[in-house]
């Protein structure tokens, strides 16, 4: 079993949708999440971190955590072409170490 | 403010060479940590440094290995190159042990390795 997953996509969802993305995570000792978007060629841009269980917002973008099920998720609201790139949800333990899922695509089609 | 920043931008190596990767991290940052991507993938964690010390090390072996310099800047040296260490190369700069927060990673734009 892998120590994140996410399902590798491609998400498609028409411009102005909601896009859901989910990651699971194997250490119950993880104690804060991160959510990274990647474009095709550039390097992650950090959009998210949550780390106590509920919803954490910020404009569009909404984190979802879940910690006994070992759950996030990242809602994307009037999603937008601009969106379409690679989601990287990524965990930390007790140490500074990030562990990244494969990542999520996503295509927003106009 | 400046941001992380990576050199070189390319870097094209033959199997069995050497390579020095260098990071700067960003502003007030004193912890650097090292990510190699492969296409497809997620970042792997190499290594992390702080203090001028290897604070944590994942599953790579010895032929990589790191520094820190005085005012926070770090190397990653690869030995005996590989063609499976062809990679994206990821630098990340946060605030270290006993800071406020939650260590947020930033990265740095990267350097493409390739072996041939």
């Known amino acids: 079993q892998k120590e994140v997953e996410q399902n590798s996509g491609p998400l498609s969802v028409p411009e102005g949708a909601i896009a859901s993305l989910n990651c699971t995570y194997s250490?119950?000792?993880?104690?804060?999440f991160f959510w990274y978007r990647q474009y095709s060629g550039k390097s992650p841009e950090l959009i998210m971190f949550?780390?106590?269980?509920g919803d954490k917002e910020d404009g569009r973008f909404t984190a979802q955590l879940n910690k006994a099920s070992q759950y996030v998720s990242l809602l994307i609201r009037d999603s937008q072409p601009s969106d379409s790139a690679t989601y990287l949800c990524?965990?930390?333990?007790?140490?500074?170490?990030?562990?990244f899922g494969t990542g999520t695509r996503l295509q927003v089609f106009p | 403010d400046a941001g992380v920043t990576q050199s070189p931008t390319h870097l094209i190596k033959t199997r069995g060479q050497q390579v020095t990767l260098r990071c700067s991290p960003k502003?007030?940052?004193?912890?650097v940590s090292w990510y190699q991507q492969a296409l497809g993938q997620g970042p792997q964690f190499i290594f992390q440094?702080?203090?001028?010390?290897?604070?944590q090390r994942g599953n790579f072996p010895d032929r990589f290995s790191g520094h820190q310099f005085p005012n926070y800047s770090s190397e990653l040296n690869v030995n005996a190159l590989l063609l499976g260490d062809s990679a994206l190369y990821l630098c990340?700069?946060?605030?270290?042990?006993?800071?406020?927060?939650?260590?947020?990673?930033?990265f740095g734009p990267g350097t493409r390795l390739t072996v041939l």
């Open positions: 990340a700069s946060s605030l270290g042990q006993g800071s406020m927060g939650y260590n947020e990673q930033f």
């Open positions: 502003s007030g940052h004193d912890t």
């Open positions: 440094y702080y203090e001028e010390e290897e604070r």
């Open positions: 250490d119950r000792g993880s104690q804060s």
């Open positions: 949550i780390y106590s269980n």
């Open positions: 990524a965990v930390r333990g007790g140490t500074d170490k990030l562990i």
